[in-house]
């Protein structure tokens, strides 16, 4: 079975400062996606970023980006340029993907990440 | 608009009434999923399907049954409620071969007592 770790319960930032989310993840699969989602206070999951595995360029989206260690399975999330619109919970999740098949996500539990104005 | 749609968004009910919360999406996805969302847990998940009439265990499957009968449909029914219960569920599709990304409703919000 997959777990997911984040380590960092509650983070707290200012305005226009970078920050880091860390995750680290345990798995015997070799062909399997990692995402970050962000939840803001509307409770809506939105996707910020995915990374498959099997790629070894770091993904990014605008001010998001990734820091993808296959061999160490962490997979930390950069944030530059912080916003007030960050304040969100922001989650860590794995899914394995193999035989054209869909599989579940596996979760962290979350970061709370505050952006102080 | 592409689109997860649950229902209801809130519910309050009592131990041991029978509910269904609904799970729409207008993508022609073939894998849909259910979750729910505890402190501190994170999201785990209740029970899949990988297309009509195909279903399977999640991670927390008791208490809780599926159905699918159309493609669009993946209800969620709680048979006999009970304050352990009481989470916030999310619906989830997404197509079968893509790269992973899932779609997500709005959420439900749903209270035992």
């Known amino acids: 079975a997959q777990t997911v770790t984040q380590s960092q319960p509650e983070m707290s930032v200012q305005e226009a400062e970078t920050v880091t989310l860390s995750c680290t993840y345990d798995?015997?699969?070799?062909?399997?996606?990692l995402f970050w989602y962000k939840q803001p206070p509307s409770r809506q999951m939105i996707l910020v970023i995915r990374?498959?595995?099997?790629?070894?360029q770091n993904a990014t989206e605008n001010r998001f980006s990734v820091n993808f260690q296959k061999a160490a399975k962490s997979f930390s999330l950069k944030i530059s340029d912080s916003q007030l619109g960050d304040t969100a919970m922001y989650f860590c999740a794995f899914m394995t993907h193999s035989g054209g098949g869909a599989d579940g996500l596996t979760f962290g539990k979350g970061t709370h990440l505050i952006i102080q104005p | 608009e592409a689109q997860v749609t649950q229902n209801p968004r809130y519910l309050i009910t009592v131990t041991g009434k029978k509910l269904t919360v609904t799970c729409s999406q207008n993508?022609?996805?073939?894998?849909m999923s259910w979750y729910r969302q505890d402190p501190g847990l994170g999201l785990r998940q209740i029970y899949y399907?990988?297309?009509?009439?195909?279903?399977d265990k999640g991670d927390v499957p008791e208490g809780y049954k599926v159905s699918r009968k159309e493609k669009r449909n993946f209800p969620l029914i709680l048979e006999s409620p009970s304050p352990n219960q009481t989470s916030l569920y999310f619906c989830a599709s997404s197509l079968i071969g893509t790269r992973g990304e899932q779609y997500f409703g709005p959420g439900t919000r749903l209270t035992v007592t």
């Open positions: 399907s990988m297309n009509v009439e195909v279903t």
């Open positions: 993508m022609n996805h073939e894998y």
């Open positions: 990374q498959e595995a099997y790629k070894q």
């Open positions: 798995t015997s699969e070799s062909n399997y996606y």
